[in-house]
């Protein structure tokens, strides 16, 4: 139920971008010859006007096919008579009716449960954000010089850093102060004992809170309430320590000293090694605030910006070779993304403001994605009709045509990938 719940919302997403290319065609009196959802043979179709709505047998997607747009036509209502700013209207219609359900969405989520801001919530003693200086109520305005208008800016950059220290701007009351920050870094591989601690930083991240199942800890006779005070003679103050230090000795036994009701007791241990996936631990939160309806609308904006500015950034790190192929995200772990959203809700209002929280970002990515300067996307179009405008003329039909073909053929073999990526990853995880 939550995958079929996803694939609809997904769906809904590219028929509303399609609703937008009809929409526009329909105002400006191109004749739209047929309205599909999703692709293959028909399954059931119905002519109203002009237009045939059909229904296709594989559920993904949608496409509208006007006069004129893929075929020569000398009829005044075809797509290719249309002057310059009707075709260019109609070809950036779909994006735009993507950014414009994003806002809606996005106004609704932020009414009812608030929105992210760049606020600082409670550091915790000990933290990566503590340690660099932050304090609850600082606003982050830039990292590394580059602005941040979401938390997602903020992980971004940080990612896109490999977590080197980097020069964090925030706002302090009416001060503006600069610090330096460096997150700590949990690698992919790393070797554990297999407990959980009583806090993530500071002292008491020595404390034992539980005791893993099978693991080297309960092997090793570790208790919930020990302290890890030395590892192999060595002085740990911290788990961070503790974590440092199973690092360096790998799968080496090693003598663990706790303190056990008032005493000393040492046990023997062999860290076990872990895979999983790297990521940088900060320490930080930030706060979630209420606006009334015109604040609330103003973040929308504000957020909408903000993932399409990261969307053009994809880009060029890909481009640049900051971020791989592999890190790409396809239509079937979008679903796996909206289904988790929704099965991790406990109750149906959560599931509908986590559905249409994450439907306003993919909304925003593919309305922002399609108006990239690519062949066969509406960016890739828009760029065709800019050249027409300067040159005062058309693209020859076969060159536009031979255009249109190399990004289809591109643009599929990167479906591909990413679909077989998409599967590798999630089987992999």
Known sequence: MHILIAVLALNLIIILHELGHYLVAKAAGIRVMEFSLFFGPKLFSKKKGETIFSLRLFPVGAFVLMEGEEEASNSERSFSKKPLGVRMAVVAAGPVMNILSALLFLWIVFTAAGYNSMLVADVPPGSPAAEAGLR??????????????????????????????????????????????????????????????????????????????????????????????????????????????????????????????????????????????????????FQTLRGGIVENLEQAVVYIYSVIRSVVYSFVWLLTGKVSLTQLAGPVRIVSMMSEAVSYSPTVSLVILNLLNISALISIAIGATNLLPFPALDGGKLLLYGLEALRGKPLPPEREASISMVGFVLLMALAVFVLFNDLFQLLRG
């Open 136 to 285: 609850e109520g600082d606003r982050i305005l830039r990292y590394d010089g580059r602005r941040v208008y979401q938390p997602s800016d903020f992980y971004s950059f940080m990612v896109i850093n490999e977590g080197k220290p980097s020069i964090i701007q925030l706002q302090r009351g009416t001060e503006r102060k600069q610090v330096l920050f460096t997150p700590d870094l949990i690698p992919a591989d790393r070797y554990v004992l297999g407990f959980g601690a009583k806090e993530p930083y500071g002292q008491d991240s020595t404390v034992v809170e539980y005791i893993v199942p099978d693991s080297p800890a309960e092997k090793g006779n570790l208790l919930p309430g020990d302290r890890i005070i030395r590892l192999d003679g060595e002085r740990v103050m911290t788990k961070k320590e503790i974590s440092a230090v199973l690092q360096r000795k790998k799968d080496q036994p090693l003598n663990v000293t706790v303190l056990r009701d008032g005493r000393e007791v040492t046990l023997t241990m062999t860290p076990r090694l872990e895979k999983g996936t790297g990521y940088f631990d900060t320490g930080l939160s």
